[in-house]
C-alpha cells in the first residue's frame, strides 16, 4: 500500500546491490545477537509519519521507534539542533559540563516540577529509561540505607531490562533468566489501595509506578491511585518514584502523564526517556526536595550522559512542543481517534491518554501479533504489547488523514478476520 507522503521512497539499489529487505536481514542473522528475533523489516528512510524500507515499500509510523520519535523523522528542528552543536562540541565526559546540559536541566525542572521552587530539584541526565530507573533505584537505597531495604512496584510493571530496572519489572519471562536479582523488591496490585496500604511500612524505601502501564497493554491506574500512593508513602517516610519514561514529555497531552492523571500529586523522582530526545538516545531522573540530594559525588555516573548534542536535541524537541502547541495537538487528535476506533466492529476497548492508545480486540479475534502483521502488510506499523492488544504511540505530528487510513485499515482487517473465521 501506498499512501501520500513527504519524500520519495528510496530504492534498494541506492543502499547497495542486493541489500533489500531479504538481504540485509540475512545480514543481520549473521552479525546481530538475537535477542530481539528477525526484524520484520529493514527500514531506511523517514520523515515525518512515514517510513521506508529497503524493498522501496512505505509505511505509516504509527510506533514511532516505542514512542520516542515524537516529531517523527528527519525533523528540520532536531537536525539543525545536532548539527549546530555537533559541530562546536560533541562530546565532553562527566568532568565538563556546557551550556546544552545545564540549560536541559534548568528545563526539566521546570516542566516537571512546576508549582515547586526550582532550587529544590536536581537532574541526572543519562542514555536510556532503564538507566534512569537504575539511578532512580539507587536514589532509593540511598534514602532506604539498611533501615529500609524494601522497595516496592507494581504487578505488570516495565522499567526496563538492566539489572536494577529488571528487579522492578514484574514479566516473568523477562526477570527468571537473569535471577538471582538485586533483592528487595515486592510486587503489589495495580490499582489495589488497600494491598498498597497493608505493605507500606516504616522499612519501605520506595514506590515505583508507571502512570500508565505500557507493556500491560495500555493501562491507566485507576483515579485516586496516583493520590493514595503519595499520600501513604509520604505517612511511610517512603519516596515515590513515578515512571515517566513513556509516557512523559507530552505523550498524553501534559508534558508528564501524572499531571494529567493526578493533579497536585507532586512525586519525589520522576523518570524520563525515549520522547525526551525525540530520537536521540538520552534519559533523566528529576527528583525533588530530599531526593534530590541523595547522589552524592562517586556514587553514580556515566561518560555520555549529558552530552550536548543529546541535550541540544532535548531542547529543541522542548522548544518545538510548545512553539507547535502540540500538547493541544495531542489532546484533540487522541481523543477524536480514540472514538473512532472504539466504533470499530471487533475493538472491545480504547485504552489510554493522548497518543499512547491501547486497542483492545475482542477475544474471538486472531491473537494481536496477527493483526499487527496484517496491518504491516498494508503499510502501517504498529506492536502488541499484549496477545488482545495493539498499542499505538505515533509521532505527535501525525496526520488526520493518516489517523483515519489507519482506522479504515483496522476495520478492514478485522473484518476480514471474522470472514476467515466464519469460512473455516
Request: charge should be negative.
Amino acid at each position: 500500500m501506498t499512501h501520500s507522503s513527504q519524500a520519495p521512497a528510496p530504492t534498494a539499489e541506492a543502499k547497495g546491490p542486493g541489500t533489500g529487505n531479504a538481504g540485509w536481514l540475512a545480514r543481520y542473522t549473521d552479525a546481530v545477537m538475537n535477542t530481539f528475533g528477525t526484524p520484520g523489516r529493514v527500514l531506511v528512510r523517514g520523515r515525518g509519519a512515514h517510513v521506508w524500507d529497503a524493498d522501496g515499500q512505505e509505511y505509516i509510523d504509527l510506533l514511532a521507534g516505542i514512542a520516542v520519535n515524537c516529531l517523527g523523522h528527519a525533523h528540520p528542528a532536531i537536525i539543525r539542533a545536532v548539527t549546530e552543536q555537533l559541530s562546536e562540541l560533541g562530546h565532553v565526559s562527566n568532568f565538563f559540563t556546557t551550556p546544552a546540559q545545564v540549560g536541559l536541566a534548568e528545563e526539566l525542572v521546570r516542566l516537571t516540577f512546576p508549582d515547586r521552587p526550582a532550587q529544590d530539584s536536581r537532574v541526572f541526565l543519562a542514555n536510556s529509561g532503564t538507566e534512569a530507573n537504575e539511578a532512580a533505584f539507587k536514589i532509593a537505597r540511598r534514602h532506604g540505607g539498611s533501615r529500609r531495604p524494601r522497595v516496592l512496584a507494581l504487578q505488570d510493571a516495565f522499567h526496563g531490562r538492566t539489572m536494577g530496572a529488571l528487579a522492578l519489572t514484574h514479566k516473568a519471562a523477562y526477570r527468571e533468566p537473569f535471577e538471582p536479582l538485586p533483592g528487595g523488591v515486592e510486587f503489589v496490585p495495580a490499582g489495589d489501595i488497600e494491598a498498597l496500604r497493608t505493605a507500606l511500612g516504616p522499612d519501605v524505601a520506595a514506590l515505583v509506578v508507571e502512570p500508565i502501564q505500557g507493556e500491560a497493554g495500555v493501562r491507566e491506574l485507576p483515579a485516586g491511585y496516583l493520590e493514595a500512593a503519595r499520600e501513604l508513602t509520604e505517612a511511610a517516610g517512603a519516596l515515590l518514584i513515578i515512571d515517566e519514561v513513556q509516557t512523559g514529555m507530552g505523550r498524553t497531552g501534559a508534558w508528564m502523564a501524572h499531571h494529567l492523571l493526578a493533579p497536585g500529586v507532586v512525586p519525589d523522582v520522576v523518570t524520563l526517556a525515549k520522547g525526551l530526545g525525540g530520537g536521540i538516545p538520552i534519559g533523566a531522573v528529576v527528583a525533588t526536595g530530599q531526593a534530590a540530594a541523595l547522589l552524592e559525588p562517586g556514587q553514580h555516573g556515566t561518560t555520555f550522559g549529558g552530552n550536548p548534542v543529546a541535550c541540544a536535541a532535548a531542547l529543541a524537541v522542548i522548544g518545538t512542543i510548545r512553539s507547535q502547541s502540540l500538547l493541544e495537538r495531542v489532546q484533540q487528535l487522541g481523543s477524536a481517534w480514540s472514538r473512532e476506533l472504539a466504533a470499530v466492529d471487533g475493538v472491545d476497548q480504547v485504552r489510554g491518554r493522548g497518543l499512547l492508545l491501547g486497542v483492545g480486540l475482542e477475544d474471538w479475534l486472531p491473537p494481536a501479533a496477527e493483526i499487527a502483521a496484517a496491518l504491516a502488510a498494508r503499510g502501517f506499523i504498529v506492536n502488541a504489547p499484549r496477545p488482545d492488544t495493539i498499542r499505538l504511540a505515533p509521532p505527535f505530528i501525525l496526520s488526520d488523514d493518516d489517523a483515519r487510513a489507519f482506522t479504515t485499515t483496522l476495520s478492514e482487517v478485522l473484518a476480514r478476520a471474522q470472514s476467515e473465521k466464519v469460512g473455516s
